[in-house]
């Protein structure tokens, strides 16, 4: 009996340390790439790069600050399409449930968010770059909402699904009309779990490339037409890190390490905001 | 001629194919105390929730009859008009997470976004607060979120925030069935405060709350209205066989 238990223990132990073995050793890759980024870009930031549009091939110096307004207005354009769009779209989706339309939406919000990022950007090229004849930043930041939508509209649902009805019930119960029980109780008692949703979609979109290289296209002077071609972080990396010549890889290191702050930033402040902002039910 | 605060002819109600309320005539007259009660789903919480238009929230629901609020069919007039003449106190506490204590009192008025002078708004919150025996144990931090309270005192801030729009009648579903005893003690010496002001419907499971703090009493038993008589009628001299069965525990 005693050396049976013994196996079990034995057999448990060993369970547990292959757990916490196999969870340490996913940690190292993505440390590892932190710590390498982290190496290869903090030498190039500064004040002087944050400012300037980079520099021609043979010239030293050059900044990155035609990608970063780029990012900016992009990822700002895009929240604008997506997150009011999103939210609404969430809120039918718990509030209705169960009839056909939210069934379908439901359906293709899984689907859209399946779909490849290169083919959303082939498809806004169709729709908007083509027609109107030009690369745009507009068109970028239409691939990248439609790539938002679902990661909005899903979190939205799920926080709003979890409220319990009696909040409704009791908002109904004083004479307070449907709309504003949703507007005024729903969703501010949901706003932590609806902001986190939206920070997590923005920290997304942040960094894609794919569908802004034939929608933004980049530019390589400063500038902030949304009907023109507009430079992002993502598509300056793509474009300096694989051409041939240092200055530029330095260029893409130093622009990378931007990026990475920029998420990891996003992150630790999502999580903030929801400790702060969470509802006790 | 003097209307009923409250009065049914003929009055159902359905849950899809499930006929809940049957055939339901009724007169409530005005500051009273009413006790519903009877075995579950006998139709009680139904009837109640008919009366504030609540149970039409629900997909399927459905009604027949006339219920009257005074000399107006309820059915007639605007559901949010409805709900600001007739308060609701659920089952389970139910403040709005979100907002303070103050804010939950004025809620009715806040969430409709009716405008009101800072002052009167004071004087609302201290009077509900007052009336629901709360202003003295949260008078300090009126500020704070109202999830914070205990939850008798939570009920009782739902009592004061149905209290604050100045209904006529507030309906209350087995309002301490999630309460400890002192707090259910405290809500029940809170029902003949309240009497004076307004009319009380109180859907309850438990007889001897219904004995201790109703005038009359309503007992319904599958979806039926069986007996509507003073309390004290009912539960020394019930005139229906199935009451008597009911009080003396042969079927719960």
Same mark, same amino acid.
């Given at each position: 009996?005693?050396?049976?238990?013994?196996?079990?223990?034995?057999?448990? !132990?060993?369970?547990?340390?292959?757990?916490?073995?196999?969870?340490?050793?996913?940690?190292?890759?993505?440390?590892?790439?932190?710590?390498?980024?982290?190496?290869?870009?903090?030498? %190039?930031?500064?004040?002087?790069?944050?400012?300037?549009?980079?520099?021609?091939?043979?010239?030293?110096?050059?900044?990155?600050?035609?990608?970063?307004?780029?990012?900016?207005?992009?990822?700002?354009?895009?929240?604008?399409?997506?997150?009011?769009?999103?939210?609404?779209?969430?809120?039918?989706?718990?509030?209705?449930?169960?009839?056909?339309?939210?069934?379908?939406?439901?359906?293709?919000?899984?689907?859209? %968010?399946?779909?490849?990022?290169?083919?959303?950007?082939?498809?806004?090229?169709?729709?908007?770059?083509?027609?109107?004849?030009?690369?745009?930043?507009?068109?970028?930041?239409?691939?990248?909402? !439609?790539?938002?939508?679902?990661?909005?509209?899903?979190?939205?649902? %799920?926080?709003?699904?979890?409220?319990?009805?009696?909040?409704?019930?009791?908002?109904?119960?004083?004479?307070?009309?449907?709309?504003?029980?949703?507007?005024?109780?729903?969703?501010?008692?949901?706003?932590?779990? $609806?902001?986190?949703?939206?920070?997590?979609?923005?920290?997304?979109?942040?960094?894609?490339?794919?569908?802004?290289?034939?929608?933004?296209?980049?530019?390589?002077?400063?500038?902030?037409? $949304?009907?023109?071609?507009?430079?992002?972080?993502?598509?300056?990396?793509?474009?300096?890190?694989?051409?041939?010549?240092?200055?530029?890889?330095?260029?893409?290191?130093?622009?990378?390490?931007?990026?990475?702050?920029?998420?990891?930033?996003?992150? $630790?402040?999502?999580?903030?905001?929801?400790?702060?902002?969470?509802?006790?039910? | 001629?003097?209307?009923?605060?409250?009065?049914?002819?003929?009055?159902?109600?359905?849950?899809?194919?499930?006929?809940?309320?049957?055939?339901?005539?009724?007169?409530?007259?005005?500051?009273?105390?009413?006790?519903?009660?009877?075995?579950?789903? +006998?139709?009680?919480?139904?009837?109640?929730? +008919?009366?504030?238009?609540?149970?039409?929230? #629900?997909?399927?629901?459905?009604?027949?009859?006339?219920?009257?609020?005074?000399?107006?069919?309820?059915?007639?007039?605007?559901?949010?008009?409805?709900?600001?003449?007739?308060?609701?106190?659920?089952?389970?506490?139910?403040? &709005?997470?979100?907002?303070?204590?103050?804010?939950?009192?004025?809620?009715?008025?806040?969430?409709?976004?009716?405008?009101?002078?800072? #002052?009167?708004?004071?004087?609302? #919150?201290?009077?509900?607060?007052?009336?629901?025996?709360?202003?003295?144990?949260?008078?300090?931090?009126?500020?704070?979120?109202?999830?914070?309270?205990?939850?008798?005192?939570?009920?009782?801030?739902?009592?004061?925030?149905?209290?604050?729009?100045?209904?006529?009648?507030?309906?209350?579903?087995?309002?301490?069935?999630?309460?400890?005893?002192?707090?259910?003690?405290?809500?029940?010496?809170?029902?003949?405060?309240?009497?004076?002001?307004?009319?009380?419907?109180?859907?309850?499971?438990?007889?001897?709350?219904?004995?201790?703090?109703?005038?009359?009493?309503? &007992?319904?038993?599958?979806?039926?209205?069986?007996?509507?008589?003073?309390?004290?009628?009912?539960?020394?001299?019930?005139?229906?066989?199935?009451?008597?069965?009911?009080?003396?525990?042969?079927?719960?």
């Amino acid at each position: 009996m005693d050396a049976r238990l013994k196996v079990r223990n034995t057999k448990s !132990i060993v369970f547990k340390s292959i757990i916490i073995f196999l969870a340490f050793v996913i940690t190292i890759p993505l440390i590892i790439i932190l710590l390498y980024i982290i190496k290869q870009g903090v030498t %190039q930031v500064n004040w002087h790069f944050l400012t300037h549009v980079p520099a021609p091939v043979g010239e030293t110096g050059g900044g990155i600050s035609n990608a970063l307004l780029g990012s900016i207005i992009i990822v700002a354009l895009s929240s604008l399409i997506a997150i009011p769009t999103g939210i609404l779209t969430g809120i039918y989706l718990s509030e209705n449930a169960t009839t056909r339309l939210a069934y379908y939406a439901g359906l293709c919000v899984d689907i859209l %968010q399946g779909v490849p990022s290169i083919v959303v950007g082939m498809v806004v090229y169709f729709w908007i770059v083509k027609p109107l004849g030009t690369f745009s930043a507009l068109s970028g930041s239409v691939a990248l909402a !439609i790539m938002m939508l679902p990661i909005v509209i899903r979190s939205t649902e %799920q926080t709003l699904k979890l409220l319990p009805d009696s909040l409704k019930e009791a908002a109904l119960s004083l004479g307070v009309p449907y709309h504003r029980v949703i507007l005024k109780v729903i969703v501010p008692c949901g706003f932590a779990g $609806i902001l986190s949703g939206i920070m997590l979609s923005v920290a997304r979109i942040v960094g894609e490339t794919a569908p802004l290289l034939f929608t933004a296209f980049g530019n390589p002077y400063l500038s902030a037409a $949304i009907t023109k071609p507009m430079q992002s972080l993502p598509l300056l990396i793509f474009n300096y890190a694989t051409s041939p010549y240092d200055e530029w890889h330095n260029l893409a290191w130093g622009a990378s390490f931007i990026l990475l702050m920029f998420v990891l930033l996003l992150n $630790i402040f999502t999580k903030l905001i929801t400790r702060k902002w969470n509802i006790q039910l | 001629m003097e209307h009923s605060v409250i009065s049914a002819s003929n009055f159902n109600a359905w849950f899809g194919d499930n006929h809940a309320v049957k055939d339901v005539s009724i007169k409530i007259e005005k500051n009273q105390v009413i006790a519903v009660m009877g075995p579950s789903g +006998c139709g009680k919480t139904t009837f109640l929730r +008919c009366i504030n238009r609540m149970h039409e929230l #629900v997909p399927g629901a459905r009604t027949e009859g006339m219920l009257k609020l005074y000399a107006d069919d309820i059915y007639t007039m605007n559901p949010i008009y409805v709900r600001y003449k007739i308060g609701m106190v659920f089952q389970r506490p139910n403040p &709005f997470p979100n907002l303070s204590i103050y804010d939950n009192v004025v809620a009715g008025y806040k969430l409709n976004g009716l405008k009101i002078p800072k #002052v009167e708004m004071d004087h609302i #919150v201290e009077k509900s607060l007052t009336s629901a025996a709360l202003w003295n144990e949260v008078k300090d931090s009126l500020h704070k979120k109202g999830t914070f309270l205990s939850g008798g005192q939570q009920q009782r801030l739902c009592i004061a925030r149905a209290i604050a729009m100045e209904p006529e009648v507030i309906l209350f579903d087995e309002p301490t069935s999630a309460l400890d005893p002192i707090s259910t003690s405290s809500i029940e010496a809170l029902f003949h405060e309240l009497k004076a002001n307004y009319t009380l419907i109180i859907v309850t499971h438990n007889m001897q709350q219904a004995a201790r703090v109703s005038d009359k009493t309503a &007992f319904f038993y599958l979806g039926e209205l069986v007996e509507f008589d003073n309390t004290r009628q009912m539960f020394t001299a019930p005139k229906d066989k199935r009451t008597q069965n009911y009080i003396t525990g042969r079927f719960s």
